[in-house]
């Protein structure tokens, strides 16, 4: 079993929809979680933390549920240039587990 | 600021042949630096933490023989390749953070290197 899963999609969605992305994580001593973008052939790029709380940053909300180990990112008003693959990342001690990402794609 | 830098961006060699990757952080000091390799359409997967002038430690199932690293200063590490083969072919990405010891701590990921090896 991954420690980090994910839909691998692909996400096809019209501009302006809302879309939004699961995941799961294996190890319950993980202790830090974020979700990542990254561009074809591209460096990951931090996108937001996750926190217990939940939490919004624009048209982006991340929620985390420690019981049930699981992570979300919903974006709304999706934009053309959302389109790249959205990486789960579960950390402990100093490092970082990716999950394999889930592509999305937004259409005209 | 944060700003990772790596060279080669892409680097075709033939088998056998060693290869060194750099990762310098050019505005900050990296305590620890991070090598992932991710194949296609596959996860980046953490193959070894270093921390400035310390042996780097590696994760489970990555020779060390095999893919030497030096951290040999604040701003600098490398990442050797050893008598590279065809399977060895990836995306090799590092990452940089500030300090140590916790994954809060933010990382910053250079663009990556393209290794081929025919």
């Known amino acids: 079993r991954k420690e980090v899963e994910q839909d691998p999609g692909p996400f096809n969605v019209p501009e302006g929809a809302t879309v939004a992305f699961n995941c799961t994580y294996s190890?319950?001593?993980?202790?830090?979680f974020f979700w990542y973008r990254q561009d074809c052939r591209k460096e990951p790029k931090l996108l937001m933390s996750?926190?217990?709380s939940g939490n919004e940053d624009g048209r982006f909300t991340a929620q985390l549920n420690r019981a049930s180990q699981y992570i979300s990112l919903l974006i709304r008003d999706s934009k053309l240039s959302d389109s790249a693959t959205y990486l789960c990342?579960?950390?402990?001690?100093?490092?970082?587990?990716f999950g394999t990402g889930t592509r999305l794609q937004v259409f005209p | 600021g944060a700003v990772v830098s790596q060279h080669p961006s892409r680097v075709i060699c033939k088998s056998g042949t060693s290869v060194k990757i750099e990762c310098r952080s050019l505005?900050?000091?990296?305590?620890?630096m991070f090598w992932y390799r991710q194949f296609p359409k596959q996860s980046l997967m953490l193959m070894a933490t270093?921390?400035?002038?310390?042996?780097?430690?590696?994760e489970q199932g990555v020779e060390k023989d095999k893919f030497l690293i030096n951290h040999a200063s604040l701003t600098l590490s490398t990442l050797t390749v050893t008598s590279a083969h065809p399977e060895d072919s990836s995306f090799y990405i590092c990452?940089?953070?500030?300090?140590?010891?916790?994954?809060?701590?933010?990382?910053?990921f250079g663009p990556g290197t393209r290794l081929t090896v025919l």
């Open positions: 990452s940089a953070s500030r300090e140590e010891g916790s994954s809060y701590n933010e990382q910053f």
């Open positions: 190890n319950s001593a993980s202790q830090s």
């Open positions: 996750v926190y217990s």
């Open positions: 990342v579960a950390g402990w001690t100093d490092k970082l587990i």
């Open positions: 505005d900050f000091q990296a305590t620890t």
């Open positions: 270093s921390n400035e002038g310390s042996k780097a430690t590696y």
